[in-house]
Nanobody, 120 residues
Framework: VQLQASGGGLVQAGASLRLSCTIS????????VGWFRQAPGKERELVAA????????YYAGSMKGRLTISRDNAKNTVYLQMNSLKPEDTAVYYC??????????????WGQGTQVTVSS
């Protein structure tokens, strides 16, 4: 299973970005997918997750209301739409896949991360 995250970049505060996570897996549709972020000097944190069907979603409080997670199983891709970005959202964003949906469940496979930098 391989994950490829993309869509990061340098934006100004208030802008939007859409991150994409393309997963190469024969059984992609069975995986829950989470988006994590890690800022310099901080621990990695889960910001959003989606179940294998897309029917269940989780958003962390730190970005709740500014995120939308979705998936297109026909394209083996999970998206993270981020709006009203703030400088404190600056981090490397990773996507990960696992067999069970839930904010505390482990993820088995990880992508390489994409840098998001928000300037003030």
């Amino acid at each position: 299973v391989q994950l490829q995250a993309s869509g990061g970049g340098l934006v100004q505060a208030g802008a939007s970005l859409r991150l994409s996570c393309t997963i190469s897996a024969r059984d992609f549709r069975t995986y829950a997918v989470g988006w994590f972020r890690q800022a310099p000097g901080k621990e990695r944190e889960l910001v959003a997750a989606i179940s294998w069907s897309g029917g269940a979603k989780y958003y962390a409080g730190s970005m709740k209301g500014r995120l939308t997670i979705s998936r297109d199983n026909a394209k083996n891709t999970v998206y993270l739409q981020m709006n009203s970005l703030k400088p404190e959202d600056t981090a490397v964003y990773y996507c990960a896949a696992g067999g069970v949906f839930g904010p505390t469940k482990p993820y088995d496979y990880w992508g390489q991360g994409t840098q998001v930098t928000v300037s003030s």
